[in-house]
């Protein structure tokens, strides 16, 4: 071999270990670059599960507050800044604002529940096959109500033989395992606002929403927000003077009043705790029964904006 092969070779020889050299820099700078990226959506991920955390303390902090027997709604306490990024708001209402589904699946409440449904956008026959469906899960025989309702028969063809369940609803969360369930969804993708199993099964005209109310008694909606409006400043004094609000008089007056309160007895407090970017919404259900208050329910709700991990 002469000596220019000699020079050709060492050159070459350099250039694989300079590129070797190269391609190890450039595979370890990949590797850093990879194990910061991943060290900081971690620590990102453990501060977010630390703000959620906080949220949900401050959250519960506001529930603490309000399940005292003398916090009356509007207090101020319900509402605290514990720091310059950390608060809870808090809302006392009752669970009688909502509509007691259970109360609404007899014989003479039922065109209540149809009429809910129709506010919602169903036709008349929806409304009453799916009312009718809810009254064949809940009642103790197994012969249907209407052509479009279904019972065991039906289930059966689906391949759940062990529904309906034929007693009362004990979670609204039955409502998913029901024949049309798809089309309450469907309708009002939030009918959960609407609707509880708790309370005494009335309606409490001074802490129901305009929505609720407009659409479980046939007033118009603006009548209801008009009735929500004379309320913010002073509760209803009687369930004639918010008959009158609503426009409704006569004989669906006086179908509606035995299903109308002025003061709902179960506490509901819903309190919505924030910590920087982390918001928690905890929703609580008090009994208190003439003793220490205790807690019938206790659910997480969503938060609009909140960081979700």
Known sequence: MTTSDLHHLGRRTQGSVLLAILCFVAVLSFLVITAVSIAKQHGDMQL?????????QLAEMGVAV?????????????????????????IISTEESRL??????????????????ISWGMSAADAQGIATTLM??????????????AEKMEYARLG??????????????????????????????????????????????NTASAEVLAAATGASL??????????????????????????????????????????GPTRRVESIGTAGDARCGIAVVIHSDGGPPRIAEWREFPVEGARRL
Not at 48 to 56: E, F, H, I, N, T
Not at 100 to 117: G, I, K, Q, S
């Open 48 to 56: 977010a599960r630390q703000g959620v955390m906080r949220a949900r």
């Open 66 to 90: 309000a399940a005292h027997p003398m916090i009356k709604p509007g207090d101020p306490l319900l509402r605290r800044n514990v720091s310059s990024f950390e608060r809870f708001e808090t």
């Open 100 to 117: 007691n589904l259970n109360a609404l699946l007899t014989e003479e409440r039922l065109p209540v529940l149809e009429r809910v449904f």
């Open 136 to 149: 064949d899960w809940t009642d103790a025989d197994d012969l249907k109500r209407r052509p479009d309702s």
């Open 160 to 205: 759940f033989p062990d529904r309906p369940l034929n007693r009362k609803l004990s979670t609204l969360d039955e409502l998913d395992l029901m024949a049309r369930a798809d089309e309450i969804q469907k309708a009002k993708p939030d009918w959960r606002s609407f609707f509880t199993l708790r309370g005494n099964g009335q309606l409490d005209v």
């Open 222 to 263: 603006e009548n209801a927000k008009q009735l929500v409006q004379k309320r913010f400043n002073q509760p209803l004094q009687s369930l004639e003077e918010a008959l009158a609000l609503l426009g409704l008089a006569g004989q669906q007056a006086t179908e509606l009043m035995p299903m109308l309160t002025l003061h």
